[in-house]
């Protein structure tokens, strides 16, 4: 096993995926190129549910982050398992609709939604639009009035956690460009203009604290200022709060320093929290929802790539370039992201040269890791970075008119294409 249980390496010494020997997989579908490994997903699914029925009682709902990892494959998977999703774009919501994904199942967020997203979300019927602001609450509900409709929504609430105490947690806190903030007294405004809205039916509350977050106290804190929140609002209004949602971030193990995280440990040590407080304070349970992206897709792919130069500059760095990069992989030069790396058909040799690994863009920020420990390279070889299964092919660009690598999915022994690789024609296809 390397770093997750799926990943292993085989008698001829090269890395396998899902029991599949990649540098085959390599050659069958070229590089570079994004393997997924199906059962993977389907089994952290699983786990997702089971744990939330088992801890917060039957109606409880995990939602696939969309923003992770977007195809039409992944949604049929998705509904497949049971789950629901969340969707942040127009874009979303239509790859969604063109898989088929049941409407009632999905929950649409984003902090400046356009007239456009509202009505397109509400043609399609999808089951709950997350309001960030009070100008966003008075736009569905003018369009629900006009429609004649009454539209589920949820507020988003930034709970107020402290970035400082934690540092991981950016999203949550009352300075943010999602939500209204508890603290600031506009959480509670907007939770009395929403129940005044003829066009909306207010569900519930929505909170989500940041992402590849390790330590459960974060997540614990959240959901005890939310119950907490939940029962001012039933003495205040008289109301009660059906449903709620906490969002995803729970983090994942992407090299050997970062720790293993038990999923459905980390559920039941937060459900604690919330029935714990529902049951003293005589609050109904609401429905949980959890919004996981990372934690369902990031370990279950990797990227293959084919080594071009390798350069040694004497007193200075080792440089392996591979024939991909930022495009496919943003995430080092947006936040210096750790990842591991393995000569993929040398895997079981010692990871005994320090290398920085280079894509080939015009840049010198495209870089995929800095000072990473690897096995000697040379051109040629196959390239392997794990744990790139989530916000890689999601966030992959055409920079220097690079073509996207396909996705490809493997289960049981078998591999398929879920995304075709793009050509040079789909570049130039919206050029007039
Ligand atoms: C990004 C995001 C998620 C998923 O976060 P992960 O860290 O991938 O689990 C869930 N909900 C919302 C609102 C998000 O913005």
């Not at 969707?87 to 999905?106: H, M, N, Q, Y």
């Not at 129940?195 to 997540?219: K, M, T, W």
């Not at 999915?409 to 793009?422: F, H, I, Q, S, Y």
């Given at each position: 096993m390397i770093l997750h249980p799926h990943l292993s390496v085989n008698s001829q010494g090269h890395l396998t995926i899902g029991g599949m020997d990649t540098v085959e997989l390599a050659r069958e579908f070229g590089t570079p190129a994004y393997i997924l490994d199906e059962n993977v997903i389907r089994q952290n699914m699983r786990t997702y549910l089971s744990a939330a029925e088992k801890n917060f009682g039957k109606g409880a709902l995990p939602l696939f982050a969309s923003k992770s990892l977007c195809f039409k494959e992944i949604y049929k998977i998705a509904a497949e398992e049971g789950l629901g999703i969340d969707c942040v774009s127009g874009g979303e919501l239509f790859t969604a609709k063109s898989a088929g994904f049941?409407?009632?199942r999905i929950y649409f967020h984003g902090n400046n939604k356009t007239d456009k997203d509202i009505s397109d979300a509400m043609d399609m019927g999808v089951g709950r639009i997350v309001v960030d602001n009070t100008d966003e609450l008075y736009a569905v509900n003018a369009e629900a009035m006009r429609r004649g409709t009454k539209q589920g929504i949820l507020l988003r609430i930034t709970?107020?956690?402290?970035p400082h105490t934690?540092?991981?947690?950016?999203?949550?806190?009352?300075?943010?460009?999602f939500g209204s903030a508890i603290e600031t007294g506009q959480a509670m405004e907007i939770v009395k203009k929403a129940i005044a809205c003829d066009g909306v039916e207010l569900y519930g509350l929505h909170c989500h604290i940041g992402?590849?977050?390790?330590?459960?106290y974060p997540f614990s804190d959240a959901a005890d200022i939310m119950v907490r929140f939940i029962a001012e609002i039933k003495k205040e209004c008289?109301?009660?709060?059906r449903e709620l949602n906490l969002g995803g971030g729970l983090g994942v193990r992407y090299t050997e320093n970062d720790p293993h995280i038990d999923y459905a440990q980390a559920i039941s040590d937060i459900a604690k929290v919330v029935t714990g407080f529902c049951n003293q304070n005589g609050i109904e349970m609401p429905q949980v929802r959890l919004e996981p992206g990372r934690s369902i897709v990031a370990a279950a792919g990797i990227t293959l790539y084919t080594v071009g130069s390798v350069k040694q500059i004497p007193g200075f760095k080792n440089y392996i370039s591979v024939d991909g990069g930022m495009p496919d992989n943003p995430r080092y030069a947006l936040y210096q992201s750790r990842y591991t790396a393995l000569i993929a058909n040398r895997a079981?040799?010692?990871?005994d040269f320090r290398a920085t690994l280079a894509g080939r863009?015009?840049?010198?920020?495209?870089?995929?890791?800095?000072d990473m420990d690897i096995q000697h390279a040379e051109r040629g070889d196959i390239l392997a970075v794990l744990?790139?299964?989530?916000?890689n092919y999601s966030m992959a660009s055409n920079y220097n008119r690079i073509p996207r690598p396909p996705v490809i999915l493997v289960k049981d022994g078998n591999a398929r294409v879920a995304v075709r690789r793009e050509t040079y024609d789909d570049l130039i296809r919206c050029d007039v």
């Amino acid at each position: 096993m390397i770093l997750h249980p799926h990943l292993s390496v085989n008698s001829q010494g090269h890395l396998t995926i899902g029991g599949m020997d990649t540098v085959e997989l390599a050659r069958e579908f070229g590089t570079p190129a994004y393997i997924l490994d199906e059962n993977v997903i389907r089994q952290n699914m699983r786990t997702y549910l089971s744990a939330a029925e088992k801890n917060f009682g039957k109606g409880a709902l995990p939602l696939f982050a969309s923003k992770s990892l977007c195809f039409k494959e992944i949604y049929k998977i998705a509904a497949e398992e049971g789950l629901g999703i969340d969707c942040v774009s127009g874009g979303e919501l239509f790859t969604a609709k063109s898989a088929g994904f049941p409407a009632d199942r999905i929950y649409f967020h984003g902090n400046n939604k356009t007239d456009k997203d509202i009505s397109d979300a509400m043609d399609m019927g999808v089951g709950r639009i997350v309001v960030d602001n009070t100008d966003e609450l008075y736009a569905v509900n003018a369009e629900a009035m006009r429609r004649g409709t009454k539209q589920g929504i949820l507020l988003r609430i930034t709970p107020g956690i402290d970035p400082h105490t934690h540092k991981a947690v950016v999203t949550g806190s009352v300075d943010s460009k999602f939500g209204s903030a508890i603290e600031t007294g506009q959480a509670m405004e907007i939770v009395k203009k929403a129940i005044a809205c003829d066009g909306v039916e207010l569900y519930g509350l929505h909170c989500h604290i940041g992402s590849q977050i390790f330590d459960i106290y974060p997540f614990s804190d959240a959901a005890d200022i939310m119950v907490r929140f939940i029962a001012e609002i039933k003495k205040e209004c008289n109301f009660s709060i059906r449903e709620l949602n906490l969002g995803g971030g729970l983090g994942v193990r992407y090299t050997e320093n970062d720790p293993h995280i038990d999923y459905a440990q980390a559920i039941s040590d937060i459900a604690k929290v919330v029935t714990g407080f529902c049951n003293q304070n005589g609050i109904e349970m609401p429905q949980v929802r959890l919004e996981p992206g990372r934690s369902i897709v990031a370990a279950a792919g990797i990227t293959l790539y084919t080594v071009g130069s390798v350069k040694q500059i004497p007193g200075f760095k080792n440089y392996i370039s591979v024939d991909g990069g930022m495009p496919d992989n943003p995430r080092y030069a947006l936040y210096q992201s750790r990842y591991t790396a393995l000569i993929a058909n040398r895997a079981d040799a010692p990871r005994d040269f320090r290398a920085t690994l280079a894509g080939r863009c015009c840049e010198s920020g495209d870089l995929l890791g800095e000072d990473m420990d690897i096995q000697h390279a040379e051109r040629g070889d196959i390239l392997a970075v794990l744990v790139t299964g989530a916000y890689n092919y999601s966030m992959a660009s055409n920079y220097n008119r690079i073509p996207r690598p396909p996705v490809i999915l493997v289960k049981d022994g078998n591999a398929r294409v879920a995304v075709r690789r793009e050509t040079y024609d789909d570049l130039i296809r919206c050029d007039v």
